[in-house]
Nanobody, 128 residues
Framework: QVQLVESGGGLVQAGGSLRLSCAASGRTFSNYVMGWFRQAPGKEREFVAAIRWSGGPTYYAGSGKGRFTISRDNAKNTVYLQMNTLKPEDTAVYYC?????????????????????WGQGTQVTVSS
């Protein structure tokens, strides 16, 4: 079993920054894909960013490209999402997720049904 615990959310003014953390425990993760998703009120959950636990390229949805950076610290079993130049439309609950048996190819990384472990979410609110 895998446990994911997010932290780092909060209230920030537009243009500000936040760093979200996702602490993972319970299994070894070397072949996992780790993702960040978000869900705003009244909207569907959407992909934000993904990274392979073993390293390599990172992947972003268009909304976060150039502003968000996903990274991981293997020693701490933690995945981060650095968010800069935040906008009010970034307001959402942000979820960390793990895909323990990823399909080949990055085209799968943005599909939430591919992820089998989820954290409880952390609220990010960006005021204008």
């Amino acid at each position: 079993q895998v446990q994911l615990v997010e932290s780092g959310g909060g209230l920030v003014q537009a243009g500000g920054s936040l760093r979200l953390s996702c602490a993972a425990s319970g299994r070894t993760f070397s072949n996992y894909v780790m993702g960040w998703f978000r869900q705003a009120p009244g909207k569907e959950r959407e992909f934000v960013a993904a990274i392979r636990w073993s390293g390599g390229p990172t992947y972003y949805a268009g909304s976060g490209k150039g502003r968000f950076t996903i990274s991981r610290d293997n020693a701490k079993n933690t995945v981060y999402l650095q968010m800069n130049t935040l906008k009010p439309e970034d307001t959402a609950v942000y979820y960390c997720a793990a895909d323990s048996d990823p399909k080949f190819g990055s085209r799968w990384y943005g599909i939430d049904e591919e992820y089998d472990y989820w954290g409880q979410g952390t609220q990010v609110t960006v005021s204008s």
